[in-house]
C-alpha cells in the first residue's frame, strides 16, 4: 500500500529489514509463538521457508496447473472469501459453477434426451469417490429390487494403471478392487481380458483416458463395444462405465475432437476430470458429470437448508473457497474452443519435439511420445552405450538427479504390476513449458547425458582407489 509518505514507508520497510527484531524471529515447528511480529516479517520470513522448493514451472513430474494469467491470479485473490458452498449468499457464484458443469456436459456430449446433473470437486480424486459411490448405491438398489439380500461385496474393474483415488475409494467404501493385467503390449486397459474379471457384483468399469503411468488412452469405444454385448445377454444386470478422464477430460475434445470416449458411448453414464490439470486451473478443482439423473442415486443428493434456502449438493467436502471455480470459468470465457484448441496443440508440438529428440539420442526405449496425452515416458535400454562405444553405467535415477542440478524435477519410478521392473522417466509437458523452454530442456538433457559419461567414472575410480588403500 503507498502511503504518499516517504517517511512512513521508510518505516515499514525498517521494520522487516534485515535489522529488525522480526527478523531474528525463531519460526514456530511445535507450538505457536507467544509474540506476534509484522506481516511483511512474516511474509518475507515464509518466503524464505519456501526458497529451495524449486520453480514449479520447470516441475516436468506434475499434471497440475503451474501458470495462470495475471487478470485470473486477480480474480482468484478477489473471490477467495467466498465460500462455494454457501449457494444462497453467493447465487452467482453457484451460477457459474452450473455453467461450468453445463459447458463440460456440452463438451462431453450429454445427449439432449437425458437429464444431466453435475458439481464441481476439490479435485478428480473426489469426482471418482463419487463416481464410484453412484455405482456401488445403483448396484445395492438394483439387487434389492430384485430380492438379492445376501452380503456379496461388490467389486470395480479397472486396469492396473489407475491411479491411487480408486485405491482410497475400494478401500473406504469397502469395494473389492479387481484390476486387469498390463503387460508389455498392453500399458493400459485390456479389453480382450476385461471381461474375465467381471461378475454380478460388478459395479461398473474404470476406463482412464490417459493413464497416469505413461499417458495412453483406454480405448473405451471398444469397451463400451464389449459391455453392451454382455448387457445384451445379462438383462437383469447393466453394467455401466466411468470415465476417468482426469487428464484427457479437457484436453482430448479439444486436441482430437473426433476420438470417441465420451457419452456418445452408450455405456459411459459418468465422466471426471480435474479442472487443475488440462482445465488450466490452478490446483484445487475437479469436475463430475453424469449423463442423467438416474445414475445417481437420490440418496447421494442432499438439499442443504442454507440461509432460508434448499439447493441440492452430492459433493462430500463442504466449505471451500470459490476461487478455482471462478478461474475456470475465467478460462472458459476467456479461450473458448479456440483458445484451448490452440494452446493445447501446442503443448503436443513441444511433446513431440522432445520425444523426438529423446528417441534420437539412441540411449533410450520410448513408451510414449505424445501419443494420448502430452507425456513422454521412456526407459534406458538395457544395452545403451555412447557413441565411442562406452557403455552406459548410470541409470534413470542418476540422470533425474543430474538434471535437477538444472533445476529440471523428472521422476523416475516403476511401473505398474508385472511390469515393476520397468523403470521409467515421465515428463509431463503443460501450457507453460513452451517450445523455447522445451528445446533448453533437451539441450540441458544432452549435457547431463554427456557429463554423466565421465562423472560416473570418475567416482568409480575414487572408490576404487578409496578401496585399494
Ligand atoms: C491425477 C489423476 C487423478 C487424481 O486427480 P486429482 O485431481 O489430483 O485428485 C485421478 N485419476 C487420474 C487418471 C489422474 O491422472
Not at 52 to 78: H, I, K, V, W
Not at 409 to 420: D, E, K, R, V
Amino acid at each position: 500500500m503507498y502511503y504518499g509518505d516517504k517517511t512512513k514507508e521508510k518505516l515499514q520497510n525498517m521494520a522487516f529489514g534485515y535489522d529488525s527484531r522480526e527478523r531474528g524471529t525463531i519460526l514456530p515447528k511445535t507450538k505457536i509463538n507467544s509474540e506476534s511480529i509484522n506481516a511483511q516479517a512474516a511474509k518475507a520470513l515464509i518466503k524464505n521457508e519456501l526458497l529451495d522448493e524449486g520453480t514449479s514451472r520447470l516441475n516436468l513430474a506434475t499434471f497440475c496447473q503451474t501458470y495462470m494469467e495475471p487478470e485470473a491470479l486477480e480474480l482468484m485473490s478477489e473471490t477467495m472469501d467466498k465460500n462455494a458452498i454457501d449457494k444462497s449468499e453467493y447465487p452467482q457464484t453457484a451460477e457459474l459453477e452450473m455453467r461450468c458443469v453445463n459447458i463440460l456436459a456440452d463438451l462431453w456430449h450429454s445427449p439432449k434426451d437425458m437429464n444431466f446433473i453435475g458439481t464441481s470437486t476439490v479435485g478428480s480424486s473426489e469426482a471418482c469417490m463419487l463416481a464410484g459411490m453412484a455405482m456401488k448405491f445403483r448396484w445395492r438398489n438394483k439387487r434389492k429390487a430384485q430380492g438379492i439380500e445376501d452380503n456379496s461385496k461388490p467389486n470395480l474393474v479397472m486396469s492396473e494403471a489407475y491411479q491411487i483415488c480408486w485405491e482410497k475409494f475400494c478401500v473406504y467404501w469397502d469395494v473389492e478392487l479387481r484390476t486387469v493385467p498390463v503387460d508389455k503390449q498392453h500399458l493400459c486397459l485390456n479389453v480382450d481380458k476385461v471381461m474375465d474379471y467381471v461378475d454380478d457384483n460388478t459395479i461398473g468399469i474404470v476406463g482412464i483416458l490417459g493413464t497416469t503411468y505413461t499417458g495412453d488412452y483406454e480405448d473405451i469405444a471398444a469397451l463400451d463395444d464389449i459391455i453392451e454385448k454382455y448387457n445384451r445377454n445379462h438383462p437383469n444386470q447393466e453394467l455401466v462405465i466411468h470415465v476417468d478422464a482426469a487428464s484427457g477430460g479437457i484436453y482430448t475434445p479439444f486436441v482430437d475432437p473426433y476420438y470417441v470416449w465420451d457419452f456418445k458411448l452408450k455405456n459411459v453414464v459418468s465422466i471426471s476430470a480435474s479442472g487443475h490439470k488440462y482445465g488450466l486451473t490452478f490446483p484445487g478443482v475437479g469436475w463430475i458429470v453424469w449423463k442423467d439423473r438416474k445414475y445417481l442415486p437420490e440418496e447421494l443428493i442432499f438439499e442443504v437448508e442454507y440461509l432460508g434456502s434448499s439447493v441440492p449438493t452430492m459433493a462430500i467436502n463442504f466449505s471451500r473457497s470459490a476461487s478455482q471455480i471462478v478461474a475456470q470459468y475465467y478460462n472458459f470465457l476467456r479461450f473458448g474452443k479456440e483458445g484451448y484448441s490452440l494452446i493445447h496443440s501446442r503443448t503436443q508440438e513441444v511433446a513431440l519435439m522432445i520425444g523426438d529428440a529423446i528417441r534420437s539420442t539412441g540411449f533410450f526405449k520410448m513408451y510414449n511420445s505424445a501419443k494420448g496425452l502430452p507425456i513422454i515416458c521412456y526407459k534406458l535400454k538395457d544395452d545403451a552405450v555412447y557413441e565411442d562405444g562406452t557403455p552406459v553405467v548410470w541409470n534413470l535415477h542418476d540422470l533425474s538427479a543430474r538434471l535437477l542440478m538444472y533445476g529440471w524435477q523428472i521422476p523416475t519410478y516403476a511401473l505398474p504390476g508385472a511390469l515393476s521392473d520397468e523403470v521409467v522417466h515421465r515428463i509431463v509437458c503443460r501450457a507453460d513449458l513452451t517450445y523455447n523452454l522445451g528445446e533448453n530442456f533437451v539441450r540441458d538433457l544432452k549435457k547431463c547425458i554427456s557429463e554423466l559419461k565421465t562423472a560416473r567414472i570418475l567416482c568409480d575410480e575414487e572408490l576404487l582407489a578409496g578401496h585399494k588403500k
